[in-house]
């Protein structure tokens, strides 16, 4: 052994960081060019060498029947005459790149298949990918899938289910869905094992359609068409670069049931979920998760999971917030402060609203003012109080409902063991490690190296957060140049309604610059995360997720945040006015601030909601029906048309490019911000909310079943990164809801009246009311009120301190006070269901069990077969739901 050769194995003996020279590209475990040599798959696909072992493994089933078209790719190529000589040059490049992926994806062993569709213009190219059993097998080994060893009966169980089965009441949510998806004990697949694994006498139905476009997907996001270190490797650059158009995997036939096939046992699974999940009338039944997990996996599931369950939970928010709006209402009319505003007459002149703009009334206000009582009042402090609690037992509750799914699908253990380092990052990663847990060597970027990056990147998103910032001071500027021109109108109307116009319009501004920065972002944090070297795709998300909801949590909440707790705080008074940039500060309405941040929730939330779910429903429509027309106008021409039937992943094809989760999670965790953190100002954000989820759980499954074409199945051990997002939303909002009580509404001010002057609420309103100066007076000839605790001097006055120092109490004892009450929930409450915490414990005692007696029966067989089940120990990782006292099949291995 040379020194060079001793120095490697000692580096990989030690797990110690191994930096790769530069002679070793042709094979190192991260090159991308099959070979032989190479015996780790990090970044590489195998060639057909390598697949020998597994193809003598799988000979002892039978060979398929019909090779499966696992994976579509495709490509459109313009004939037209003309073209610029840049334009073929690029077409030459791109035809060379696709000449190799193909070429190397065929030495990895699949079979490449070509159908060409061509008319006179252009020609669309399909590329049919299958793969055959032995890169199966192999493949499924190297990505660590876990399959089946034993059916269990299905397991799935619903609490609200069996409470109205115990009352004897008929449970109109819960639906009987054919083809339930059966649940089993799994493993981890070993190509030695294969006789263990149930169905493997099957070639053709062993490897589920989901497992296969895994492995598809897997080894087109690692094939290589140029020099790897340049990043000219994956489908995903590809279809960046327009090499390819699209690369997708089939589904399961069409959507709608055939008419000669009424029955349920003959639909696909896409028939059944289209029949049972994605249609309108079944919005208010329960979700099919089993199947939706099956056909779309764990990821797709568990966000439909989230979204289900938070739904459901926003119905008794709903029912109590719509309850407080109605105590407010019937309270507009029996209230005595509003009830002598309204009446004032002339009683309450009021000082002008700018330099020139003339004395107004305080009753002319009076419909502000009624509107401001909805939303204030007493009952908003039991309300903000049951909000804060509400979303600590939600999150309490999807945590153990989030453990119970991650169970039951096998992916509890899912970042910590499965999963593999992306492609993008095996190719880029500067040495290799040995993985503390897995033993095995990966590639590896120092956490040093990796800080340093993100430091850099959290510096560029602190700029954009200050053009946010920007944005919000022109709003600011915009509302009130618009209050002082609206007041100087000859319109009393106007002129009475101008701050309320002057804030309507500045909050539709302010959408628009919110929907704008938001696409810009986007695309920034993404370029930010690759460049950070992130080894999982999990983590990649997750440092993706939290870049873009820092930025989106300023752009949507800067707003609604200045005007609860800044606007009308540093206004002056009459002759001392305060300035921004010459312009005078923006004053709360007579209704107070309350009313106008209920205002801006409305435009935002609502807004958004509308213009999501008309984007949706309209654009996903516009967009299908222009890539359809655009397809059978080319076979049209081509004479093809309807001659033969159209195939699978031409019909497929026609449908849109799935985009993901991301949009769908942050439109959801914004608008939990809305629903929690300004419950207070709005009572009726949940039932807003409650509306709008309805109708986004079919608008989604319609979008995932019939408009656009089949994900690759990920695997996820939960929501990822959005859960402590959501947990950081919730302890904002108990001080965010606190601070709104004791400074945005008058329900303190209203109670120190009560206890020191009157109880009865008399004289109110010129309480609140402070006299202009003597110098302000003079200057005019008149005098006039103005909104503050001042003295006539214009100096705060002591009840302006008393209130002051109340209010800061209330904000400490009812953050506390929630608080504790969260924290005693979140003790009694535990994260892991106790029956899963059995089963768990129980299936670690089996693989314990069956690894001393294979090591006592076998031998030097059994001490082999540790490799198998020695990773069976990590608490149940390997093994999925099995009943209490049941024998696992383990111990038979």
Known sequence: MTSEASSRSRHARIGMPRRLAREEDSTILIDMVPSAKNEDSYGSTASTSRLNGHQEAARRVGSPS?????????????????????????????????????????????????????????????????????????????????????????????????????????????????????????????????????????????????????????????????????????????????????????????????????????????????????????????????????????????????????????????????????????????????????????????????????????????????????????????????????????????????????????????????????????????MTALNPITGEEEPYFPERSRLRRVLAGSVVVVMMVAVVVMCLVSIILYRAIMAILMSRLDNTILAAWASRIASFTGSVVNLVFILILSKIYVALAHILTRWEMHRTQTKFEDAFTLKVFIFQFVNFYSSPIYIAFFKGRFVGYPGNYHTLFGVRNEECAAGGCLIELAQELLVIMAGKQIINNVQEILVPKLQSWWQKFRLRSKKRKAGSLEAAGQEPWEADYELLPCEGLFQEYLEMVLQFGFVTIFVAACPLAPLFALLNNWVEIRLDARKFVCQHRRPVAERAQDIGIWSHILAGIAHLAVVSNAFLLAFTSDFLPRAYYRGTRKGDLHGYVNFTLARAPPTFAAAHNRTCRYQAFREDDGQYSPTYWNLLAIRLAFVIVFEHVVFSISRVLDLLIPDIPESVEVKVKREYYLAKQALAENEALSGTDGAKDNSFLGSEKSLGSQLTTPGVGQASPVSSL
């Open 66 to 430: 019909k090779p499966q078209v696992d994976f579509v790719l495709v490509w459109e190529e313009d004939l037209k005459l003309g073209e610029q000589q840049d334009s073929t040059t690029r077409d030459k490049t791109h035809a060379a790149w696709r000449e190799t992926f193909l070429e190397n994806l065929h030495a990895a062993g699949l079979c490449v298949d070509q159908r060409t569709m061509q008319d006179g213009p252009g020609t669309v190219h399909y590329i049919l990918l299958s793969a055959p059993w032995a890169v199966l097998c192999y493949y499924a080994e190297d990505l660590r899938l876990k399959l089946p060893l034993q059916e269990l009966p299905n397991q799935a169980s619903n609490w609200s289910a069996g409470l109205l089965a115990w009352l004897g009441i008929p449970n109109i949510l819960q639906e009987d869905v054919p083809g339930v998806p059966p649940e089993y004990y799994s493993c981890q697949f070993k190509v030695s094992k294969l006789s263990r694994f149930l169905g493997s006498d099957n070639q053709d139905t062993f490897f589920t359609s989901t497992k296969r476009h895994q492995i598809l997907f897997a080894i087109l996001a690692k094939t290589p068409y140029g020099h790897e270190k340049k990043g000219l490797f994956g489908i995903d650059q590809l279809l960046a670069e327009g090499v390819f158009t699209a690369a997708f995997p089939l589904h399961d036939g069409p959507f709608r049931n055939p008419p000669e096939s009424t029955q349920a046992a003959g639909l696909t699974q896409r028939q059944i979920l289209f029949q049972y999940w994605a249609r309108w009338h079944k919005w208010y039944k329960c979700q099919p998760l089993d199947h939706v997990r099956s056909y779309f996996g764990e990821k797709v599931a568990l966000y439909f999971a989230w979204l289900g369950f938070y739904t459901g939970w926003l119905l008794p928010a709903a029912a109590v917030g719509t309850l407080v709006f109605l105590v407010g209402c019937f309270m507009v009319f029996s209230d005595v402060p509003t009830q002598e505003l309204c009446s004032s007459a002339d009683n309450f002149e009021m000082c002008p609203l700018c330099l020139d703009c003339p004395f107004w009334l305080l009753s002319s206000t009076c419909s502000l003012v009624q509107a401001g009582r909805l939303f204030d009042h007493g009952g908003t402090v039991f309300f903000s109080m049951f909000m804060a609690l509400w979303a600590v037992l939600l999150l309490e509750h999807w945590k153990r409902t989030s453990a119970t799914l991650a169970y039951r699908w096998g992916c509890s253990d899912y970042e910590d063991i499965e999963e593999r380092p992306r492609p993008q990052f095996a190719a880029s990663a500067p």
